[in-house]
């Protein structure tokens, strides 16, 4: 037997040593003169906020339910279970849907997330930056201290549900933004540029030119020319704007203003959305990015989606969910119990996809009526639960299927359905 180990002996051989105090550093220095924390990053930079908001929304959308273990083949679901009602509605002023959303955004912001039970069943979302971890344990915080704007309170470990990705040698996350640090200085950097060069620079679409050996110019001519130009060809109340000027005398015009193309604008944004959506495992078309999209590859990126974008952060957060929370209201066998989220209305596809390949599989009918009714909200009917079969479909190899009608009931003695036609005489024969 090799667990011989005390889990205090383990706590022994190490410390935090400020592990748990660095994860408050949430910042990110993005020149010089300008540093922003991960929430200021997430509200004022469009592709990290796009990105989160994606996994956030197309999390909280999905309904998870508690299942009980009934053996190694069934489960049984229970809908009035305490724990089945606080996950529906965690508390009097949060839905369900808001309540993931937040769990999932503070998650892929920070890389940490917390929930606080409270008295009477209730969850409480912890905003991420205001939460320390703290203590001596190296495995994990012993207590967690919410600087509130009003007090500082310390909440014990058994009291927080506590979310966190990889952290090294401490049981905390490191933000996903931190991998993007140079990413984010580059395009803010480049968005700067941009930005100087519209504000700075001249403020002209392009230049006449007029040869130096033309006819001399008046200084009357030159105010006529002037004048002439901006009332057909400049401003707002242009009489020719964007028609073809005549030009005299030699002159030429030539274009001198920068385009979005020159100063790479679309290219230099793409960058960052790709790079973005890339640290959170997302496929570019999923938000947006169709330069190299299909038809075909959309498609099997949706049915991806759920699987090996969003499946980790499914399983993650069930998990927590069974360590963490469900012993609090099954103490005994809390393994007997567990959630799950409802992806399968998202995996089977369309309706017509899974008509297409049910009745084949099943060979034969596979909704009753009152079933395709309820469907489009249409109350059942009387005699709409039976399934309809038709006569020529039978089941395991049934030997006496439904006899066909003889037809011996035919009227005026007429030849029978059975019966050949009489062959028609040859007319060589005759």
Request: hydrophobic share 35%; net charge negative.
């Amino acid at each position: 037997m090799a667990f011989v180990v005390s889990e205090g002996t383990v706590q022994s051989v190490s410390r935090p040593n400020g592990a748990w105090s660095s994860s408050s550093v949430r910042r990110i220095q993005l020149s010089p003169w300008l540093a922003m924390d991960y929430f200021e990053i997430w509200r004022t930079q469009p592709s990290v906020r796009r990105t989160v908001s994606f996994l956030a929304r197309n999390i909280a959308q999905l309904s998870i339910h508690l299942f009980e273990r009934k053996g190694d083949t069934d489960r049984a679901r229970l809908t009035d279970h305490p724990l089945a009602l606080l996950l529906g509605q965690p508390n009097s002023f949060t839905t369900k849907y808001r309540f993931l959303n937040a769990l999932v955004s503070d998650f892929a912001i920070y890389d940490v997330a917390y929930w606080w039970k409270i008295k009477g069943g209730k969850l409480i979302h912890l905003p991420a930056p205001l939460i320390t971890p703290k203590g001596d344990n190296w495995l994990t915080p012993d207590v967690f201290e919410f600087q509130g704007q009003r007090a500082k309170q310390t909440i014990p470990r058994d009291q927080v549900l506590y979310f966190r990705g990889y952290g090294g040698i401490a049981d905390v996350g490191e933000s996903p933004l931190e991998s993007l640090r140079q990413i984010l200085r580059e395009d803010w950097t480049a968005s700067q540029l941009r930005e100087q060069v519209m504000n700075n620079g001249a403020r002209h679409s392009g230049v006449i030119s007029r040869p130096k050996d033309a006819p001399k110019w008046s200084d009357d001519a030159r105010k006529r020319f002037k004048e002439d130009w901006q009332q057909k060809y400049a401003g707002a109340l242009a009489s020719e704007g964007g028609g073809t000027p005549i030009l005299e005398d030699g002159m030429t015009w030539a274009g001198a203003s920068q385009t979005a193309k020159e100063l790479q604008y679309v290219e230099s944004r793409k960058l960052t959305d790709e790079e973005v959506t890339r640290s959170y495992f997302i496929p570019p078309p999923m938000i947006g990015i169709l330069d190299h999209a299909t038809f075909a590859n959309i498609e099997e990126q949706h049915r991806m989606l759920y699987q090996d974008t969003l499946g980790p952060w499914l399983t993650m957060i069930q998990d927590e969910i069974a360590l963490q929370l469900i012993p609090d209201f099954e103490p005994v066998k809390p393994e007997r119990f567990y959630v799950e989220f409802n992806i399968r209305e998202k995996l089977t596809g369309n309706f017509e996809q899974r008509a297409a390949v049910m009745q084949p599989a099943i060979g034969g009918p596979w909704l009753t009526i009152n079933e395709g009714r309820a469907l489009d909200n249409r109350p059942p009917i009387e005699g709409g639960d039976e399934l309809i079969r038709p006569l020529n479909v039978t089941q395991n190899g049934d030997q006496a299927p439904i006899p066909a009608d003889d037809g011996s009931d035919v009227a005026g003695g007429g030849m029978k359905p059975t019966q050949k036609p009489p062959a028609e005489e040859d007319d060589e024969t005759e």
